[in-house]
């Protein structure tokens, strides 16, 4: 299965490993952390050197609450590392909502726009052009999440009932939509959208029946990394200990085997190293079984 891009046909084939470079004040791991352009290409640098094969660049925080940045400092963060970052010989995906942003990545040669919203945003006239600008350019993949309500409220309200049909529904539909537009379908991915207003116990429901979302028909992005749904995997979690985003790093790595296992073509991670390590402990397990089977 290949996942089609402006400058890379990406194999699926094998679990490709996408890594995070939040050029953002405010993220809820490593807000700060590569806050520079500078810092922040030095970053890609290491991802790369670590074994990442997609890297995805973002401007904005989508963590719950996160206040929304102007049009003109997302641009600001984000526009000059693309413009380095497309020199480094991976695939370059951008986390973005805006459709200027994505018009202007995509210019400097950017290969995947990733959307927390799936292409719906509309600006304060009401207006919606994101699917415009995917569908216009000839290549580019795109990832298409869903997210409950917005960032500001998406935690609020979690969304109610069995979230799996209402999940799969909503990117089948976002997708088709697209599709419409004149998208061919082997650009497209979807995922899940763990913590985008969903409660732990449907996060962990997505996880568990993952395989239900594979029948829409295209391929996965999945992004457990980190995320707060694993702050209580301690062992005294029912008194109150919790992990801080930075220690998460192993139920991080177990929740991304275990999506990798029920059928997840990439996994958005910021421990590029550990994950890839991962990956080839698995691959080197799947190796073995097929080798026992010629006996």
Sequence with gaps: MIWQTSRFDID??????????????????????????EAALAHCEQLVAEGADILDIGGESTRPGAPPVSLAEELTRVLPLVKEAVK????????????QVMQAVLDLGAD?????????????????????????????GVCLMHMHLEPQTMQVQPMPGDVVPQVLSFLQHSA??????GVEKTRILLDPGIGFGKTVAQ???LLARQRELLVAGYPLL??????????????????????APQQRLAPSLAAALCAV????????????????????????IRSAELTSTNF
């Design 12 to 37: 699926l084939s094998r679990p490709q490993v996408m890594g995070i470079v939040n050029v953002t004040p405010d993220s809820f791991s490593d807000g700060g952390s590569h806050g520079t352009t």
């Design 112 to 140: 995947i726009i990733n959307d927390v919203w799936s292409l719906r945003w509309r600006d304060a006239n009401g207006h919606a052009d994101a699917a415009t600008v995917v569908a216009a350019h000839p290549k580019c």
């Design 176 to 181: 088709q939509v697209l599709e419409g537009l």
């Design 261 to 284: 296992q029920r059928g997840a073509s990439v996994i958005r991670v910021h421990d590029v190293k550990e994950s890839v390590q991962m990956l080839r402990v698995l691959d080197a």
């Design 203 to 205: 996060n962990f429901s």
């Design 222 to 243: 999945v992004g457990w990394s980190r995320k707060s749904s694993l702050a209580g995997m301690t062992a005294h979690a029912d008194q109150g200990e919790k992990l």
């Design 88 to 99: 480094l010989g991976l695939p370059v995906s951008v986390d973005t909502y805006k459709p």
